[in-house]
């Protein structure tokens, strides 16, 4: 589902709807014009088993103490039937419903109502009013970034309720968890299912819409591009920054309270989680107008794939190291503590540090120095969809010259760190980094599709010059 990781491309300019001497079929932006067969088993397959995952991963910590195999099996044995299982799920209670609708509404009230401040006296953070990319109907959408101070904000009434205030138990989140996952579950379809009527009746765009005709992909994908209620209220950015992201922090502060309420302790595996984790949360937040630049703005259309996903996939899946910890409290040794540590730190200076060559790259033109040289660079020609030709740049230096998408590769051994902080007894914390080597390398692909029907014979220059996409001589 959700992932924060930018589209890969090493460019000075922007995707467009272009091609390299033609105009750039319809199904180059985003999501499908006309939908194949694979396509929609697909999706169909996603709409009916992904929440049934999210619900297995959870209901199997909950009752099986993270065994993956353990309900399996005695479903298959006979030990247990689906009613059983069922039958001691917590059901939504209105304490949840409570909790669930005032973090949401205070979370749309830090981002509708609330300007930044961050960028004022913080002089390197790029917040306030910023422009997106340019839409395929030639739309410049604005943006108020602010989703550092909401998470600033957010976390710092935390810790004022857990240290002074005592309005509620920092254990709260963990001692609800399932009854907030059905209403985090009714947030997701109402938001997708409301995003699908509006694009219907009254889209905020409707040159940014794209109709499919097949119920079922027009739901999951989306048709609109942006939508939005008002100037300011974007689904996309919202669903996206917040309330997932903003959550992931406190969901693993909450666990870590549990683990010290139950144990009289937190291990050094839950703080490295906590820790890794909440550097990827942080490195969002400072780069959200960077943000702006990615896949999941630039190219995707808001429909359930966004709208459920990030109120259920990401908070619940994204989570399961800090849950796992919960029932089963991992310490490490000191030199496994300080491999994850060293992995994950690794991860994420090749992530960042990728990323930041390739937005120094695009900033200048070209004219900056990577690893202390002039960047080398594939000259590449476009014709744009109305018939003008442009000129571009493809980076082939520094960690774009390793890979072609180098960044992923960070993002993936940060990913692998969290999971091996909680040992080698489950298989359950290690879904996360098997979910994202598919999501990523899925990502590969669909982006270079994209850059080969948009920079033909000189994306197939840059493929010779840059043979690998993720692991320099091996893929």
């Given amino acids: 589902m959700a992932t924060k990781s930018q589209s890969s491309a090493p460019k000075t300019k922007s995707l467009g709807s272009t091609t390299n001497g033609k105009a750039e079929s319809r199904g180059q932006w985003g999501r499908a014009w006309e939908v194949d067969w694979f396509s929609l088993a697909s999706v169909v397959f996603l709409l009916l088993f992904a929440p049934f995952i999210v619900y297995y991963f959870i209901m199997a910590c909950d009752q099986y103490s993270c ?86 904000l957010t976390h710092l009434l935390w810790f004022a309720n857990a240290h002074l205030l005592f309005w509620f138990s920092p254990t709260i989140i963990f001692d609800n968890w399932i009854p907030l996952l059905w209403c985090a579950n009714m947030l997701g379809y109402a938001v997708s299912t409301f995003a699908m009527v509006k694009a219907y009746l009254f889209p905020t765009n409707a040159k940014d819409c794209k109709f499919s005709g097949n119920f079922f992909y027009n739901y999951m994908m989306g048709i609109e591009f942006n939508p939005r209620i008002g100037k300011w209220f974007d689904f996309k950015l919202f669903f996206n920054g917040r309330p997932g992201i903003v959550a992931w922090t406190l969901i693993n502060l909450s666990f870590a309270a549990k683990q010290q309420e139950l144990y009289g302790e937190v291990t050094n595996s839950m703080v490295l989680v906590n820790i890794l984790q909440a550097m990827y949360v942080l490195d969002f937040f400072w780069n959200e ?36 910890l919960v029932y089963h409290p991992v310490q490490l040794s000191t030199p496994h503590a300080v491999g994850v540590l060293l992995l994950g730190l690794l991860g994420y200076y090749i992530f960042r540090m990728a990323n930041h060559q390739k937005d120094l ?72 980094i098997i979910y994202m080597a598919i999501l990523l390398t899925h990502r590969c692909l669909r982006d270079e599709h994209r850059c080969a029907s948009k920079y033909g014979r000189d994306w197939e220059r840059y493929t010779a010059a840059v043979p690998y996409r993720l692991l320099p001589g091996i893929f």
Avoid at 77 to 95: E, F, N, Q, Y
Avoid at 382 to 400: A, E, P
């Fill in 67 to 152: 065994s993956l195999t353990a309900p399996a099996l005695d479903l298959a044995t006979g030990r247990a039937r689906l009613s059983d299982i069922w039958a001691r799920t917590p059901p939504v209670t209105k304490k949840s419903a409570q909790i669930y609708t005032l973090w949401v509404t205070f979370q749309v009230l830090l981002y509708a109502l609330l300007p930044d401040f961050c960028h004022k006296f913080l002089p390197a953070y790029v917040g306030g009013v910023q422009e997106g990319a340019v839409t395929p109907a030639g739309v410049v959408n604005k943006y108020e970034i602010n989703g550092l101070q909401a998470w600033l």
């Fill in 289 to 324: 107008a960077w943000y702006l630049k990615t896949i999941d703005i630039c190219h995707d259309h808001f429909g359930w794939y966004l709208g459920w996903g990030d109120c259920v996939w990401l908070p619940y899946l994204y989570t399961l190291q800090g849950l796992y």
């Fill in 361 to 432: 790259f695009r900033r200048t033109d070209g004219r900056c120095l990577i690893w202390g040289r002039k960047p080398k660079t594939i000259e590449c020609s476009y014709t744009s969809s109305d018939g003008q030709r442009h000129h571009s740049k493809l980076l082939v230096s520094g960690f774009w010259g390793m890979a072609r998408h180098f960044n992923y590769t960070g993002d993936l051994m940060g990913s692998l760190a969290y999971c091996l902080a909680c040992g080698g007894g489950h298989l359950l914390p290690y879904f996360y």
